[in-house]
Every structure is written in C-alpha cells, then in structure tokens.
C-alpha cells in the first residue's frame, strides 16, 4: 500500500511540474513587423536549461511576419526549474537581430514583462 501511495506522489510531481508555465508578455518600442521562431527559449542560470516555447499571441511564427500594432505580444514557454532564480529569454536564429533579455529575475508568478 505505501509503495502505491509513493508512486501515486511522484506521478503528481511529475504532472504537476508538466503542468507549469512560464509566460512572457513582451513590448516593442519600434513600428515595424515582427515575428517570432521556434528556436525562442528561456535558458536558466546556473545549469543552462532551456525551456521551449509553447505558443504565442499576437505574433506570427517564422517565416510569416506581423505589424507591431503597439499591444505587444505573448510567449508562453515550459516551467522554469523549482531552484531557477535568474534566466534569459533567447530567440537563437541563424541571423542577426533575434530577440534577447538578459539576466531576468525569478518572481513567484512566472508572469514577467520585457521591453525589446
């Protein structure tokens, strides 16, 4: 019975750090078309970690593009790591001009607003 409980626990842990979300709401200052790519990542200090990007809003995906209609856009990306206190957001593409913020705080929300 206890090793059924146990296995019961860690399955929650496990769906429970799945479940876990890190979202970005992010503004640009510019009036040109943006777009984002898949290769966008969240890479936390320390161990290096990236957590993906799950989707966004109000921004077209690579190679389609959209106009900065001043709102922003949204990124939703994995959950950080429990002990992740500081990260960087990276947009790595094979060209120069990718989105970057470094060095952002850890804060207990894991909702965070940047400024390209």
């Known amino acids: 019975m206890t090793e059924t409980i146990t296995e ?4 929650i842990k496990i769906l429970q750090s799945e479940e876990r979300q890190t979202i970005v709401h992010c503004t640009c200052d510019d009036d040109y078309a943006f777009r984002i790519w898949p290769s966008t990542f969240l890479i936390e200090h320390g161990t290096g970690k990236r957590a993906k990007l799950i989707t966004a809003f ?3 995906f690579a190679p389609q593009w959209t106009q900065n209609d001043g709102k922003g856009f949204t990124l939703i990306f994995e959950g950080l790591s429990k002990n992740c206190a500081l990260f960087d957001l990276k947009e790595i593409i094979p060209q120069e001009g ?3 913020v470094l060095a952002i705080p850890r804060n207990s ?3 965070y607003q940047v400024r390209f």
Request: hydrophobic share 40%.
């Open 98 to 100: 990718g989105f970057e």
């Open 8 to 11: 019961v626990k860690e399955e």
């Open 109 to 111: 929300m894991d909702v």
């Open 58 to 60: 109000n921004i077209s």
